[in-house]
């Protein structure tokens, strides 16, 4: 019988753990489907400078078992006999929900090991509030790569509207392309600000910054509230640093943020 595991449903990705996981959480993308044949398996958690889950009776780690949910396993294990890896595109190894995994040449993924993963680990041991972060993520159904640019401070502003952008979300077609902006933008981090119009996407959609009207005394409170709806306000400041950022966005629908 396969060992169970602890099962957490956060909007569109699950959580799994279990005992012998020391703690550590491993994520799919909310697909019940999928899920069902999870459980059907025990998943033993491999420590290691990069670690993963693994399946002794399929002899299959949890990304290739994932990833041949969608593709079929002998098309994964034909694809990385040829030279390629999965990838876990924020460097996370027990993150495998689908929009985390994309197959991607060895020499490919040296390159993004020694230049992106390593620059966004020393970013991330960083006190500071970063003035932007990136998130990338790789849509199945349309071969594309999806890199959403989050604005934590007034960076970039409409100039019909003066109004600030909130995020960019960035599509690209190749990899190659995607690499080349990526490792810019986590250069950029420092200098708190980017250009725009060098990036090499296939093409841009803008998000504008919500604007509330503050009451007395919100001024420098990090959450506000109207209607139900919660909000991070970033102009909150104490001792003249900021109160709050955002670390990290969710995948967003480009239809959805383009209306």
């Not at 041991?125 to 990338?136: L, S």
Request: one cysteine or more.
């Amino acid at each position: 019988m396969p060992k169970a595991v602890n099962i957490q449903v956060i909007g569109n990705v699950i959580e799994l753990s279990r005992d012998q996981w020391k703690g550590h959480v491993a994520k799919i993308t909310n697909d019940p489907s999928l899920l069902e044949e999870v459980k059907k398996y025990t998943w033993t958690y491999k420590d290691g400078e990069h670690p993963y889950l693994h399946n002794s009776k399929l002899n299959i780690y949890f990304h290739e078992f994932v990833l041949g949910f969608i593709y079929g396993r002998k098309n994964i294990d034909r694809m990385q006999a040829e030279g390629n890896i999965i990838e876990h595109l924020d460097n996370d190894g027990l993150n495998c929900t689908y929009e985390n995994l994309h197959i991607l040449s060895e020499d490919l993924n040296k390159a993004k090991a020694f230049t992106i993963d390593k620059k966004a680990a020393e970013l991330e041991t960083c006190m500071e509030y970063p003035a932007f972060i990136m998130d990338v993520y790789y849509l199945h159904r349309s071969k594309q790569f999806q890199l959403q640019l989050f604005m934590n401070d007034d960076i970039y502003f409409n100039k019909a509207s003066g109004k600030a952008a909130e995020m960019f979300i960035c599509m690209y077609d190749k990899f190659e392309n995607l690499y080349i902006d990526w490792f810019y933008l986590l250069n950029s981090r420092t200098d708190r600000k980017f250009e725009l119009g060098t990036l090499h996407a296939q093409s841009i959609h803008a998000k504008e910054r919500p604007h509330i009207e503050l009451q007395p005394g919100e001024e420098n409170s990090p959450i506000i509230i109207r209607d139900g709806v919660t909000y991070l306000n970033l102009d909150a400041k104490v001792n003249g640093k900021p109160m709050s950022a955002l670390r990290h966005t969710s995948m967003r629908s480009v239809v959805e943020e383009s209306k």
